[in-house]
C-alpha cells in the first residue's frame, strides 16, 4: 500500500489545533485528496435498492440529488426522531461543555474543530434546531440554528464519514451522548438521497450476494480453508477438519472473511483451526453466513439488520445448538447489542455450553452467540489446552482494545487472560489509551480505504503514538488485537508511524503456542517465521 | 421499549417534589399566620434607634456595628439621626424597650428561621416568660442557666475592657 | 459575538424587571403573575418535553460500556461501569447524576513535539461543575425556609451547615462563595478558552450570565442592600397558599431577583437545561450491560429485504456441487 505522500514528521508539524477566524457555520468544507472517501458504485447501489444510483463524486460542484433532497432528509430526519429516543435526547440534552472535545482520535490527529464529536453532532444539530425547535425557528441562527443547504450536506458527508462509531467520546460525555448514533443516523439520512460511500456500498452488495464482503463465492471459500488445512498441516504435522455447511453440528462458527483472506488475519485463522481439531469441537463453517463483520452497520440499521438475519437464519439451517464469534470489532458490536433485537429471539437454539468444559455461558443465554476469547479463556482456564508460552517468546506483546469489544461489551479481560497465557511478554499501553478509553485503529466504519489513507493516518496517529510509547519502553514488536479491521489497517499504520511492530490476532498468539497431540517439532510460528531468535532461544 | 411507567413515576416524583411547598402550605394550619412582634406601648418608648424601615432590614448590621464599636473602639453612644443619643447597650437600650425577646425577636427570626447567637454570651431575659416555660429554664438542665451562669455579662464586660 | 447577545438580553431582563418593579402598581403583576405563569410553564414545559421524549421507543440496546463485563464467573466484572441488573444501573446512574462520573474522568490531550501525546487527568470542569450544581442545590434547598412555614427542621439544619464559619451578620453562606466562583469560572472557561468559544452558542452563554445575575442579586440582597425578609417570606407563603398578596416596601432588586428567576424558570424547558431531565433518560446510561442475557425489544422492528439461503443456493448450486459443498436442493 502506497503510504501518504507526506512524510510522518511532515504530517505531524502540520497537525495545529488552530481555529479559523470566521464562525463554524460560514466555514465551508474543502474535499482534499486523502482525506475522504470515493462515491459509491452505481452498479451496487443499484444492487442494495438504494436511492438514486449514478456516477458522481464529493469533489463534482453537482451533486445530482433528487429534486426534492431537503424534503427526503427533513422527513427522514422527523421519521428517525419518532423512532430513536436516543436521536432525540442526544439532539436536546447537549450542554457543549466540550469533554468530547479531545477525546477524539480524528480531532487529535487532525485539528481541525469539526472533528470535535460536539461539534460533529452540532453540524445536524443546528438544522434539528432550524426545523424541529421553536427557539431554532423564532431566534434563528442566535439559538443555533442553520438551514439545510447543499453546502450542509456536503459538511455532513464529509464529517460523518470522518467519525468511526468508535463511542470514546461517550465514554466522556457526562450523557453518554453517543456519536455513533449519531453518525449513523445521518449516514442513513444521506443514503436517502444517494449519497454513500463505495467501501461501504459496495461490501454490503458483496455480502448481501455472496455472504461475506469479499465477494467470495462459495468454492472459493472452501478452497481457501482447504489450503489453510494444509498450511497448517506443513507447520504442525497435524491434519485437521474444516467441515463447511455441515448441518447438525453441534457450534457454528462464523469469523470476519478477511480472516481466511487476509494478512494477517490469516494466522489467527490458522489459530482457529489448530484449537478446534485439539479440543475436539463439533462445529462448522457457513459458506451463506461467512462474514462475520456487518458492513450493512456503517450505512443504516436496516442493512445491518439484512445482512445479519443470515447468522440466525443459518444456525437455524444447519440445526446446531449455538455459534460462536471470531475476532472482530463492530460485527460483536451488532452481535452484542443488536442482533437478537433484530433477528431474534434465537429460540431455536441452545443456552451455550461449552462442550469441553461444560461451563454455561449465562452471560449469552439469551442472544447465544459466545466470543472466541470467552469460550478460549474458559479452556485455559479449565486446563483443557497446553500452551507453550515460549513458542511465542520472539514476540513482545501489548494489546490493543478494539472500541467495540470494550466499549459495546466490556471485554477487557478475556483477551489479556489469553495473552498472559500464551506469551512470557506482555507490556500494556499507558492508561488512557487502552481498555474503555481505547483509540480507534483510525480506519473503521468503512473508512479504510487507500484514498482516504492521510486521514487515517491522522486518525490512528494517538494509537501509534501508544503503540511507539511501549515499543520504546519495552522494545514491544508485536501488536495483539481481536478486530479484522484492526488487523487490516493497523500494519500500514504501524509501518508509517512507528516502524517494526507486527500487528496480528490474540487467535495467532493462542496457535502458536499451543501444543498439539501428534504434532511434529515445531520450527516456525504461524507465519514461517522462525522460532529461534537471537538471544531467545526456544527450549 | 418505552418505559413508560418507570418515566410515569420519575415525573410524579419530579413534579411532587417541586410543588412540594404549596402542598406543605396548604395543608399548614400555620401557613398564613404572619409574625406578630409586640412593641413597646409606653409613653417614652416611641422612638427606636433608626427608622422602623431600617431595623427591620438592617438591625442585625447595626448591631454588630455597635459591638465592635463598643468593644474594640470603646465609643459607648450612639447619635441617632434626629440627633438623639443612645446607649449603645443591649440589654439595656434594646431590651429596655423591647424586655422580651420571644414576644418580639423570636415572632420575626422564627418565621424566616434565622436563628440568633445573640443568647451566646448575652443573659436572655427569660425570667419574664410564664407557665411551663419558667420552669422549663429553672431546671438544673437548662442550658440557658448553665450560660448565664458561666458567662455573667458584667464577667464577659471585664473581659472585654481588659483587651480594650 | 454569541456572548454579547446573551449579555445583552440578560441586561435587558434586569432593567425590565427595575424598570416594572418601580412602577408600584405592577407588584401584582412582578410578584403573582409572573411567578405563578413562571412555574407552570416550567413544569408544563417539562412534563411536555419529557413525554415527547418517551413517545420515542428505545429500539436499541446500547450502553457505552466503561468496564469489565460479566461474563466467566472467575473474571471480577465491574458493576458501576458495566452494570449487569437493574441495581448496577441504578449505582451508575446514581454516580452519574450525583458526582458526574464520566466528568470526573476527564483528560486533556496535549501534542508535543516528535510527535509525541500525553493525556493527563483535567479535573477542573467537574470541580466547576460539581461546584455550581451542588451549591445550586443546596441553595434551593435552603430558599425553602422563605416558602414554606411552619419551617421543615432538615432546612434549619441545612441553614446552620451552610452558614457553619459565622462570618460576618448576616452570616456567609459557603454556598453563596462557590456559586460565583463556580459560574464565574464557567463563564470565563467559555469565553477564553478559544475551542470551546468556537463552538459556544448564545444558548450556551444565557443561562451562564442568567444563573450569575440571580446569584449576584441574592447575595447583594443578604449582605449589601438589605431587604425585607419577612416580606418576602409573606409572598412566597401567600403564593404557595394561592392566598397571594403583595406586601409593600420589599424593595426593587427583590422583584429583580425574582424575575431573573422566573425567567430561568420559564426558559427552563425549551433549553440545553433539559439536561437535567434527560440525563435520566440516556440510553447509553440508562441500560444495563445484559445485551446477550436478555433479549431486548424494538416496537418498530420492520421486516427487511433479506437475501435467503435459498436464493443463494440457487444462484451458486453448481459451483457448490463442484466443490463438494452439501446442497439443500439437489
Redesign the interface.
Known amino acids: 500500500m502506497a503510504g501518504p505522500k507526506l512524510k510522518p514528521e511532515e504530517l505531524a508539524s502540520k497537525i495545529k489545533y488552530n481555529l479559523p477566524p470566521n464562525g463554524w457555520m460560514d466555514q465551508p468544507v474543502e474535499f482534499r485528496e486523502g482525506t475522504f472517501n470515493y462515491s459509491g458504485n452505481p452498479k451496487n447501489v443499484e444492487y442494495l435498492q438504494l436511492p438514486n444510483p449514478r456516477k458522481w463524486q464529493p469533489t463534482d460542484p453537482d451533486w445530482q440529488l433528487p429534486e426534492n433532497w431537503k424534503e427526503i432528509i427533513l422527513e427522514g430526519l422527523r421519521d428517525r426522531l419518532h423512532r430513536f429516543r436516543s436521536l432525540q435526547i442526544f439532539m436536546d440534552i447537549c450542554v457543549r461543555c466540550g469533554a468530547c472535545a479531545d477525546k477524539c482520535h480524528f480531532f487529535i490527529g487532525s485539528g481541525d474543530p469539526k472533528n470535535m464529536p460536539v461539534m460533529r453532532a452540532e453540524l445536524l444539530r443546528a438544522v434539528y434546531r432550524k426545523d424541529f425547535t421553536l427557539a431554532g425557528k423564532i431566534f434563528g441562527k442566535y439559538a443555533g440554528a442553520r438551514e439545510l443547504t447543499l453546502d450542509v450536506v456536503k459538511e455532513w458527508f464529509y464529517y460523518f464519514y470522518q467519525c468511526t462509531q468508535c463511542r470514546r467520546c461517550s465514554v466522556f460525555c457526562p450523557y453518554g451522548i453517543d456519536t455513533a448514533e449519531i453518525t449513523l443516523l445521518v449516514r442513513e439520512l444521506l443514503s436517502l438521497i444517494g449519497v454513500n460511500i463505495d467501501w461501504i456500498v459496495t461490501p454490503v452488495a458483496n455480502s448481501f450476494r455472496t455472504g461475506n464482503h469479499l465477494g467470495i463465492q462459495p468454492h472459493g471459500f472452501k478452497d481457501s480453508i482447504d489450503f489453510a488445512v494444509d498450511e497448517l498441516e506443513s507447520i504442525t504435522g497435524v491434519k485437521v477438519e474444516a467441515p463447511i455447511n455441515k448441518k447438525g453440528a453441534e457450534i457454528l462458527f462464523i469469523t470476519p472473511s478477511a480472516d481466511y483472506f487476509g494478512s494477517p488475519h490469516y494466522y489467527t485463522l490458522l489459530g482457529y483451526l489448530a484449537l478446534f481439531h485439539e479440543i475436539g469441537l463439533d462445529y462448522t463453517w457457513s459458506t451463506y453466513a461467512s462474514e462475520g463483520g456487518n458492513f450493512g452497520s456503517f450505512l443504516s440499521h436496516d442493512m445491518m439488520k439484512s445482512l445479519n438475519a443470515k447468522m440466525y437464519a443459518e444456525a437455524r439451517r444447519l440445526g446446531v445448538k449455538w455459534i460462536l464469534g471470531g475476532e472482530c470489532g463492530h460485527m460483536w458490536r451488532v452481535v452484542h447489542q443488536y442482533m437478537n433485537t433484530l433477528n431474534g429471539p434465537a429460540d431455536f437454539l441452545e443456552e451455550p455450553v461449552s462442550p469441553v468444559t461444560g461451563t454455561k455461558f449465562g452471560n449469552a443465554r439469551s442472544t447465544k452467540m459466545v466470543h472466541i476469547c470467552e469460550f478460549t479463556a474458559d479452556l485455559i482456564k479449565n486446563g483443557k489446552i497446553k500452551l507453550d508460552k515460549s513458542r511465542n517468546d520472539n514476540r513482545r506483546v501489548t494489546f490493543h482494545d478494539s472500541c467495540n469489544p470494550a466499549r459495546a461489551l466490556g471485554l477487557i479481560e478475556e483477551p489479556r487472560f489469553i495473552i498472559r497465557n500464551a506469551c512470557n511478554n506482555f507490556f500494556e499501553m499507558p492508561e488512557n489509551t487502552i481498555k474503555e478509553q481505547t483509540f480507534c485503529c483510525g480506519s473503521g466504519a468503512g473508512l479504510g480505504t487507500d484514498e482516504n489513507l492521510e486521514m487515517r493516518m491522522r486518525g490512528g496517529l494517538p494509537r501509534a503514538n501508544a503503540v511507539k510509547f511501549v515499543k520504546e519502553k519495552h522494545g514491544v514488536n508485536f501488536l495483539g488485537c481481536i478486530c479484522a479491521i484492526d488487523k487490516a489497517t493497523l500494519p500500514p499504520l504501524m509501518e508509517y508511524w512507528v516502524g517494526g511492530v507486527d500487528v496480528g490476532g490474540v487467535h495467532e498468539l493462542v496457535g502458536n503456542a499451543l501444543i498439539m497431540k501428534g504434532e511434529k517439532e515445531r520450527t516456525t510460528d504461524l507465519r514461517g517465521d522462525p522460532l529461534h531468535i537471537e538471544g531467545n532461544r526456544h527450549v | 421499549?418505552?418505559?413508560?411507567g418507570k418515566?410515569i413515576a420519575?415525573?410524579v416524583i419530579?413534579?411532587g417534589l417541586?410543588?412540594s411547598?404549596?402542598w406543605?402550605?396548604?395543608s399548614?394550619s400555620?401557613?398564613?399566620?404572619?409574625?406578630n412582634p409586640v412593641l413597646p406601648t409606653k409613653a417614652d418608648q416611641n422612638e427606636c434607634v433608626a427608622s422602623l424601615?431600617f431595623m427591620?432590614?438592617?438591625h442585625?448590621?447595626l448591631?454588630?456595628e455597635w459591638r465592635t464599636e463598643v468593644v474594640r473602639d470603646g465609643i459607648t453612644y450612639y447619635r441617632s439621626a434626629n440627633g438623639r443619643e443612645f446607649e449603645m447597650r443591649y440589654t439595656k437600650t434594646c431590651l429596655g424597650c423591647h424586655p422580651d425577646p420571644s414576644q418580639f425577636c423570636d415572632q420575626?427570626h422564627n418565621?424566616?428561621?434565622?436563628?440568633l447567637?445573640c443568647w451566646d454570651c448575652h443573659n436572655k431575659p427569660a425570667l419574664q416568660r410564664q407557665g411551663p416555660q419558667l420552669a422549663e429554664i429553672l431546671s438544673p438542665k437548662s442550658e440557658i442557666l448553665n450560660k448565664h451562669q458561666m458567662q455573667n455579662p458584667k464577667q464577659l464586660k471585664l473581659m472585654f475592657s481588659h483587651r480594650r | 459575538m454569541n456572548a454579547i447577545f446573551s449579555l445583552v438580553a440578560v441586561i435587558v431582563i434586569i432593567a425590565a424587571a427595575f424598570l416594572g418593579a418601580s412602577i408600584p402598581r405592577l407588584d401584582f403583576l412582578f410578584g403573582v403573575v409572573f411567578p405563578y405563569a413562571a412555574i407552570t410553564v416550567f413544569l408544563a414545559g417539562i412534563i411536555y418535553r419529557v413525554i415527547k421524549w418517551s413517545a420515542s421507543p428505545v429500539p436499541f440496546h446500547i450502553p457505552t460500556v466503561a468496564g469489565q463485563q460479566k461474563s466467566l464467573p472467575w473474571i471480577k466484572d465491574s458493576p458501576l461501569e458495566s452494570p449487569h441488573n437493574t441495581w448496577g444501573v441504578i449505582g451508575r446512574m446514581a454516580l452519574e447524576i450525583l458526582f458526574f462520573r464520566s466528568l470526573f474522568r476527564n483528560t486533556k490531550m496535549e501534542m508535543k513535539s516528535g510527535p509525541k501525546l500525553v493525556y493527563g487527568s483535567s479535573k477542573y470542569l467537574w470541580l466547576g461543575a460539581i461546584a455550581f450544581h451542588w451549591s445550586m442545590l443546596i441553595i434551593v434547598l435552603r430558599h425553602l425556609r422563605l416558602f414554606m412555614q411552619p419551617i421543615p427542621s432538615f432546612v434549619l439544619g441545612l441553614d446552620s451547615l451552610d452558614g457553619f464559619f459565622q462570618v460576618g451578620l448576616p452570616g456567609l453562606y459557603i454556598t453563596d462563595v462557590l456559586i460565583l466562583i463556580a459560574l464565574s469560572y464557567l463563564i470565563l472557561r467559555r469565553l477564553t478558552v478559544r475551542r470551546i468559544r468556537y463552538f459556544s452558542l448564545a444558548s450556551d452563554y444565557f443561562p451562564l450570565f442568567l444563573l450569575f445575575s440571580i446569584a449576584g442579586t441574592g447575595v447583594l440582597m443578604r449582605y449589601f442592600y438589605r431587604i425585607d425578609l419577612v416580606n418576602v417570606k409573606e409572598l412566597a407563603v401567600g403564593l404557595f397558599s394561592f392566598h397571594p398578596a403583595v406586601p409593600q416596601g420589599t424593595g426593587v432588586l427583590f422583584y429583580v431577583h425574582l424575575f431573573l428567576v422566573c425567567t430561568l424558570l420559564a426558559y427552563f424547558p425549551f433549553s440545553k437545561l433539559m439536561h437535567m431531565p434527560g440525563i435520566f433518560l440516556s440510553p447509553t446510561r440508562n441500560l444495563a450491560n445484559n445485551s446477550r442475557m436478555k433479549r431486548h425489544v424494538n416496537t418498530w422492528n420492520h421486516p427487511v429485504r433479506v437475501h435467503t439461503y435459498e436464493e443463494y443456493e440457487d444462484e451458486f448450486r453448481e459451483k457448490m456441487r463442484e466443490a463438494g459443498l452439501p446442497l439443500d436442493k439437489e
Do not use: H, K
Not at chain 2, 421499549?1 to 413508560?4: A, F, G, K, L
Not at chain 2, 400555620?30 to 409574625?35: E, F, K, R
Not at chain 2, 418565621?111 to 436563628?115: E, L, M, Q, R
Open positions: 421499549m418505552y418505559d413508560c418515566i420519575g415525573l419530579f413534579v417541586f410543588t411547598p404549596f406543605y402550605d396548604l399548614s400555620t401557613a398564613l399566620q404572619t409574625p424601615e427591620r432590614r438592617d442585625m448590621a448591631l454588630n420575626c418565621y424566616i428561621g434565622v436563628s447567637y
